[in-house]
């Protein structure tokens, strides 16, 4: 059976690690009975147990005390960027718990899919858009993960600055703080308020506001060369609204102007290297083909 699981893009401006939209960017991969783990389609290095898709895989099946016995991987197309903020491994443990569930008829819900993926990912703010489609919110009680979703306006243009080059999870996380103070804790609840409300009524430039974070992105915008430039790009081709996609490195533009996308397509070339990939939002979540 073909999965196909879209990108993500996780934060969104003061949503860290809780805010998620899901975009038709996708991934097939393949899966197919096999003796032995074979995988194929992907970097050598990472055609092993270690890979993303058969932990996932093995993990649903153990949910129901089954143990993988072999499959046969194929990553048929991957048209989401690696490493660069876009939700490419989410897309691949969402993959995996998805095929296993339908190729043993496992029956699980949603939310038991939700348990095995966030597992693996370590939070929900990918996995759960990845898994569910549309704009979602998410939170951990205890152990358990907890999402809901969102109204998103079609009012609203979205686009993806993405560089030529990555930006680890771990280098993004390393530059965060361990503590912030009590009034950058206030900001940064008050424009998660009003960035809901914007992606949901389609106020571009309540979303400007709202975008703002001292959580972060001002920690994480000087590993990512260029960005200055970006914004400006953005700004002069009507966004109203830039933030970080993920942890970086890829910028994710917001406008309410039509033509927006092609405005930055044919505006992008000072910065070298970089492409813009135009995004419509996406409302099923990973499917079986």
């Not at 005390?65 to 990553?75: C, L, N, R, S, T």
């Not at 990555?166 to 361990?178: C, K, M, N, Q, Y």
């Not at 571009?204 to 506001?209: K, P």
């Amino acid at each position: 059976m073909i999965v196909r699981a879209p990108a993500s893009s996780a934060n969104l401006g003061p949503g860290f690690d809780c805010f998620g939209i899901a975009w038709q960017l996708y991934n097939y991969i393949e899966f197919s009975p096999a003796d032995e783990l074979i995988i194929i389609g992907c970097d050598e290095k990472y055609a092993n147990h270690d890979n993303l898709a058969y932990r996932s895989f093995a993990l649903a099946l153990r949910r129901r005390k089954i143990e993988a016995k072999g499959v046969k991987i194929d990553f048929k197309e991957t048209d989401i960027p690696v490493s660069r903020g876009l939700g490419s491994s989410s897309a691949l443990i969402v993959a995996g718990a998805l095929a296993a569930d339908g190729m043993y008829s496992l029956g699980l819900s949603k939310e038991e899919l939700l348990e095995v993926t966030t597992e693996i990912e370590g939070h929900p703010d990918n996995v759960a858009p990845a898994l569910l489609g549309g704009l979602t919110a998410s939170t951990m009680v205890g152990a358990d993960p907890v999402t809901v979703h969102f109204p998103l306006s079609e009012k609203l243009h979205f686009a993806a600055l993405v560089p030529p080059f990555e930006l680890s999870t771990a280098l993004a996380r390393s530059v965060l703080p361990d503590e912030i103070t009590r009034g950058d804790a206030v900001f940064n609840v008050s424009r998660a308020a009003l960035v809901l409300n914007a992606l949901g009524s389609g106020d571009a430039a309540l979303l400007g506001v709202g975008m703002e974070d001292r959580v972060h992105q001002p920690y994480r915008f000087p590993l990512i060369e260029g960005h200055e430039l970006a914004k400006s790009i953005v700004k002069k081709c009507g966004g109203k609204a830039v933030c970080i996609s993920g942890a970086g490195s890829t910028l994710l533009a917001v406008s309410d102007e039509a033509g927006f996308d092609e405005k930055l397509q044919n505006e992008i070339s000072p910065l070298a290297g970089w492409r813009v990939i135009s995004l419509r939002p996406d409302f099923e979540g990973a499917k079986i083909l």
